[in-house]
């Protein structure tokens, strides 16, 4: 074989192992606390026609987005909520439209991710959503800046059965927090983080689990370290993310590009 069909051949080996990789993790999750035959049977089906590059999927969603609220008080400048580019009406899903829509999937469903383009915790109905979920062995995340979380909702979320939190938390000081979220209050992130682990200690729950993203930028590398030991210090798993810019814009690269390689 020559040099360029071995190196061929290896990166379509390196393909075809991290497929069965990311397939194997999915299925030991469909085999977890939310196994039930028809839940199984359904990712199957899905996952070998995706395999299989059918044109037409015989089944249904096993994990959805829902989006509480499409309108947040922050206005992170890369954000097409916070910048105000997205032209679609502003609002919160009701609990009943939210009902509606899962009802007839819950069945087959493992995930619902109650976020996208908002906050959810702005929506009062938040709580009550996650617990149909719950009810129904449907595991739920929720991504929040928790600059809106009040000690009720925080009570709430944790009784309702929430099992992943991740926390838009990009800096220890307020500076360089707000660099990027602005709008935000970096004092109110770290109350709200001490209300929901209290939460939990009072109503015996180990979950949610508490991840805090940090986006890393020019603006606030140099508080990774820090960010990383605070995490760890409230019970919370560290998770470092490079914040994502368009290549082709200079001025996006000049002002949010970190500095430091490492």
Known sequence: FSDSRKTG????????IAYWQRYLKRSSFALGKNFTPRRFANFLAVEIQQRLLAPRVIGLPYSVFVDPANVCMLHCPLCGTGCGHIPRKRGL???DQFVQYISPLAPFLYTVKLYNYGEPFLNPDLASMVNFC???KITTHVNSNLNALTPQQASEIVEAGLDRLVVSFDGVTQKAYSSYRRGGDIAKVKESIRLLNEAKSRHKRTTPQLVLQFLVTRHNEEEYGAVDQYAHSVGAQFFPQPITIDPQNKDHLREWLPVNDN
């Not at 051949?9 to 075809?16: D, G, N, V």
């Open 134 to 136: 719950s009810s129904r």
């Open 9 to 16: 051949m290896k990166a379509l080996l390196s393909q075809r």
């Open 93 to 95: 899903l009701t609990y």
